[in-house]
């Protein structure tokens, strides 16, 4: 399914019913989960739920008991990676179903291949059916006594993976007697010698023998042996540590050796010449694969990878990218196409959305290895830089976005991985139009602000931080802003700006992330207010003067610390109320409009809360009308809002109709910029019956009545387009305090 269509239907049921399995099922009495209901499931469907639960990493020794009942969970190809269960779970729930394959790589070292082994040889069916099983990665319970008694009891296997297993020559002794094996991958075992693979020369069709790093053959022994297979027509013997066995280069130079062969891996290895392999595949016209990186060879035009011959290599975009796709799991070759990758996508000018696609390949498989994620994030950058992200599936995009968090949060402290992250994360695509972890990516953010300088990266940062704070949730703003040391390292960014006096994008970046993360968060505002924010923002305020975007930011926020009721003690200081007096006359509607919503939250508590003169209030609020009957409509959507709430205790205010009428047009401003989001948020948050209250209360002074029944009509519109129904009123939340 391409990433530019909707996920498969099938896939996010799936989804849904792996993350929220214990609402279909009951404990038993050992803890493990068992379907409520005896639903049958199509046996295709039962190997993807697995499949899916292991990737998701939820399959556990709980949640694994629901496939115990084999008449309705029927398994066939069963895949576990990378799960975390125990022997005693995998036999319950597993053995007794008539698998044909079964892929246990990298599980938890709690389950070894004796488990294993010793749980499948108790299904007599599996014996004679498991044709395929893939154990790499996983653990032998003995170096000594490597289970001789156990492979040979699965008389139907035909292909095993013991891929990174301390495997030895005894086991494989056992493994050759196999009837019907015909497809072996011993790669990076502790086997010495593999003359017993002679017992399966008449029916061996796949070798894998990727960095044998233990063996003690000679090349001509090996050769030897190798040469006897006569039906092999797979044989990779690559090896990224870049051993000096000229092992390769012998086997391209004998004539006639494997007429069969289809498909040779010589990646990683010396002495490897492009004429060599040329003169081995045209004796061998059938040959479809040839794997060349990290060798000298590849460069010919015969072997560049564009016809029927696919080749591994780093001469052109073609091989390294098959070499991304063929050793997706291979750390050391995915190194080193990610490197020769890196260098391709410098120049890239089209959107390539399928080269994307390997890199998180390789993101996903190699979470824990550094020089993979390095390459990785810095090939992202340049894949999904400036307009490359606009053509880029928002599936794909996603993916690899939560890819850059999990290497961010996995290697905090190395300084050019966090940069490639952020310079990736810093677009506009992906920042507002991208479903990620959006909390998760502000905390961490947050987190690599606080501990470099780097002046370029800081004011990637502190964007990054704007932009996040203004899609989070409430709740979420709150939690983040409730880190004291969050809004004291923005609050020292603005310091460090305005003892600079330095208009810049960093200091109007920082000052967004404040403003967006005191919004409607009495925590965060308090936090301000303690590190001796308010002093700060007056100091701005007054080193630039004549800056109308800075004034509006920090107005802005400074109308959030004026939604906090026990905070109103702390902004009734004269020389503060002089400066908002002043801005609330500017001729930007946007200074002027946070000026007048200050003053309408301070004069709105009443006579009795206000602690300074009486004469200041009246004038305060007589100016606040004035001034608001003034501002011309403005032509863009000024503020953005989170919700009402703060307004609607303003509304009540029928004694000082300057503060109702700064409310209203509030109001009335973003419900006819943005009819859809802002009727839609008013009617459900109850501002319909608040409104007519306003409208048909004979106190309500008449400019204040006009607007508020411009709103109602807006909202009439907004109904009868939409049949929105009106909200009851809620009960009022009371005013932050």
Known sequence: MDDSSPAPLMDLCLTYVSQHLEGFCVKRPDGTACLREAVLFPQELADQLLAKMATEGLLNDSSVGVFRNSEYLRLRRACIRTARISAEAFQKA???????????????????IPDILQGLATNKYCQESLQRLVLTGLTMSSLEEPIRHSFSSLQGLRSLSLANVDFYDSGLVDLCSLPRLESLDLSNTSVTNLSPLLGLKERLR?????????????????????GQLNVLQHLDISDDKQFTSDIARQLLGQPGILPALVSLDVSGRKQVTDAAVKAFVEERPGMTFVGLLATDAGFSDFLSGEGNLKVTGEANEKQICEALLRYSEREGFVREALFHLFSLTHVMEKPRPDILKLVVLAMKNHPATLNVQLAASACVFNLTKQDLALMMPVRLLSTVTQLLLEAMRTFPNHQQLQKNCLLSLCSDRILQGIPFNRFEAAKLVMQWLCNHEDQNMQRMAVAIISILAAKLSTEQTAQLGAELFIVK?????????????????????????????TDESPTTCRHFIEN?????????????????????????????????????????VQSFLDHISSLLHSPEVEVSYFAAGILAHLTSRGEQAWTLSSDLRSSLLEQLH????????????????RSFNPFFPLL???????VQLWAAWAMQHVCSKNA?????MLLEEGGLQQLECVHTNPQTHRDVKLLAESILDSLQRHRVRTGQPAQAPAARRPPPQ
């Open 652 to 658: 009540e205010c029928f004694h000082t109709p300057g």
């Open 626 to 641: 004035d001034v608001i009957m003034k501002w011309p409509a403005p032509e863009f959507e000024m503020v953005a809002y």
């Open 532 to 572: 001796q924010g308010l002093d700060l923002f007056i100091k701005v305020l007054e080193s630039f003067p004549n800056e109308s975007s800075i004034q509006q930011k920090v107005l802005g926020l400074l109308n959030n610390i004026a939604e906090v009721g026990e905070l109103h003690g702390e902004l009734m």
């Open 489 to 517: 390292q923005l609050l020292h960014i603005v310091r460090q700006k305005a003892t600079q006096g330095v208009v810049d994008a960093t200091l109007k970046f920082t000052l967004s992330a404040l403003w967006n993360l």
């Open 94 to 112: 597993l053995c007794s179903h008539r698998l044909l394959e079964l892929d246990a790589a990298r599980v938890n070292a709690d389950l070894t």
């Open 676 to 680: 859809s989001r802002y009727c839609s």
């Open 206 to 226: 796949s070798l894998t023998l990727h960095q044998m790093k233990r063996l003690e053959m000679s090349t001509a022994q090996l050769l030897a042996v190798i």
